[in-house]
């Protein structure tokens, strides 16, 4: 019998986190059991970094970016010795089982706690990458794109204004995700991304033929998991001839109020992950698929995502629509 759920986020924050977390709160005194917020991910397990969380502590947070209990990551919890001091405070706290928000990593710290010390642990997927299996989506995602299209937009105003090429790089890690979504609604002109190959004296070309025929301005934009901005603009400069500028988005993509969507899949995923925990079961995410909430065990959850079959379809959407 389950009394008293542990929550935490880790890794990198993710807007959205804050919803996940007032859902668990909530759930938990739908099932009047006790919450314990742990600050800082599983650092603060390790030292001890603990908050009682009631209904009202979790009240008008749910529009707001970041997470109420702070976010980290550490180094130390890869260590058994870190895991055996992560134990103690649990047992000590009295916490039956833990909701662990985050990224695959968080997942596979989650793993370790649930096999190799048999906490019961689901996690919530939230990461502004995109980029774990058993969920079509993970929190976050939605409100860094659109974050990353407002500003995309705005370049574009200018761009269009004068001349020129405009390289904007945007979040996401190993993935393409963000920058393939914002290309698409942003009418990009070419996006890179890492898991597809490009060829830059190819685009050039395209650039070449579309000033030939009076264009005037091209947005390209470049996932920081394929190349960094600033040498694609410079190779641009080099081949066109062509004046271009750069724009770095950096973290303003992971800030900022969640969208709807993205309250409302937290929200669902946080009824889920403490429903499953209250039903015995652990060592699961939840996650969605085809918009229904389903469960993922945690090893198949951290594999890595194969977006290729996306990646093809919307980078063919896009240039047939350029
Ligand atoms: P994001 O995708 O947003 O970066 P993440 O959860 O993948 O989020 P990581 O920094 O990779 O972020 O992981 C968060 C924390 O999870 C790490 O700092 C570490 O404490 C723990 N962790 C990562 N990998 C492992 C592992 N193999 N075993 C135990 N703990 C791990």
Avoid at 74 to 103: N, P, S, W
Wanted: aromatic residues 4%; hydrophobic residues 40%.
């Amino acid at each position: 019998m389950i009394k008293r759920i542990g929550v935490l986020t880790s890794g990198g924050d993710a807007p959205g986190m804050n919803a996940a977390i007032r859902s668990v709160v909530r759930t938990c005194l739908h099932h009047q059991l006790e919450t314990i917020g742990i600050r800082r991910g599983y650092a603060g397990l390790i030292n001890d970094e603990t908050v009682s969380l009631s209904g009202r502590s979790v009240s008008g947070i749910i529009n707001r970016g970041g997470t109420i209990l702070e976010t980290a990551r550490c180094d130390e919890f890869l260590t058994e010795e870190g895991q055996r001091k992560a134990k103690d405070a649990i047992r000590y706290h009295k916490i039956d089982a833990l909701v662990i928000i985050g990224g695959d990593g968080t997942y596979r710290g989650a793993i370790q706690l649930w096999e190799r010390w048999g906490v019961p642990c689901v996690c919530i997927p939230a990461t502004i990458d995109n980029d774990l299996n058993g969920t079509d989506i993970t929190i976050g995602a939605d409100t860094a794109i659109n974050t990353a299209l407002e500003a995309t937009d705005k370049i574009r105003d200018t761009a269009t204004s004068m001349e020129r090429v405009f390289v904007v790089e945007v979040m996401g890690r190993k993935s393409g995700y963000i920058a393939m979504q914002v290309a698409l609604a942003g009418g990009a002109e070419e996006v890179l991304v890492p898991e597809r190959e490009y060829d830059l004296e190819d685009m050039c070309h395209d650039i070449c033929e579309g000033a030939s025929r009076g264009k005037r301005s091209w947005i390209i934009i470049v996932a920081e998991g394929a190349a960094k901005a600033v040498d694609i603009a410079d190779k641009i400069t080099e081949i066109t001839g062509l004046d271009t500028r750069v724009a770095v988005l950096g973290h303003i993509q992971r800030g900022g109020s969640p969208t709807a969507y993205d309250r409302i899949l937290a929200t669902r995923l946080g009824v889920e992950a403490v429903e499953l925990l209250v039903n015995g079961d652990s060592g699961k995410a939840v996650g969605i698929r085809d918009g229904w909430v389903v469960s993922t065990d945690l090893h198949v959850a951290v594999k890595k995502k194969d977006q290729t079959r996306d990646v093809d379809y919307f980078y063919k959407l896009m240039k047939d629509v350029t």
